[in-house]
């Protein structure tokens, strides 16, 4: 079993910034892919970004730009950069690590216009 604990969400103005982190703990595989999705309200849950083992990135068109994937591999941490923040990047963000497939448990992110 693999353990994600998000942390740095919360409520910022149009035009802000955020730094999300999520550490991941357990029985992590030698070769994995770390990754952002986010869920608005009445919405699916989307892509945000991944970063895959080779340091390879992802990004949705929709952050693309204003948004940053990195990890620290050593301490099995991705950190999600948010930057020119806009009210519809308002979401619950989830952490993800694959393969297989874990979630954290999300951090809400809110952007006041």
């Known amino acids: 079993q693999v353990q994600l604990v998000e942390s740095g969400g919360g409520l910022v103005q149009f035009g802000g910034s955020l730094r999300l982190s999520c550490a991941a703990s357990?029985?992590?595989?030698?070769?994995?892919?770390m990754g952002w999705y986010r869920q608005a309200p009445g919405k699916q849950r989307e892509l945000v970004a991944k970063?895959?083992?080779?340091?390879?990135?992802v990004y949705a068109d929709s952050v693309k730009g204003r948004f940053t994937i990195s990890e620290d591999k050593a301490n099995h941490t991705v950190y999600l950069q948010m930057n020119t923040l806009k009210p519809e990047d308002t979401a619950v963000y989830y952490c993800?690590?694959?393969?297989?497939?874990?979630w954290g448990q999300g951090t809400q992110v809110t952007v006041s216009s």
């Open positions: 993800t690590l694959s393969s297989p497939t874990y």
């Open positions: 357990g029985s992590i595989p030698s070769i994995y892919v």
């Open positions: 970063i895959f083992d080779s340091g390879m990135t």
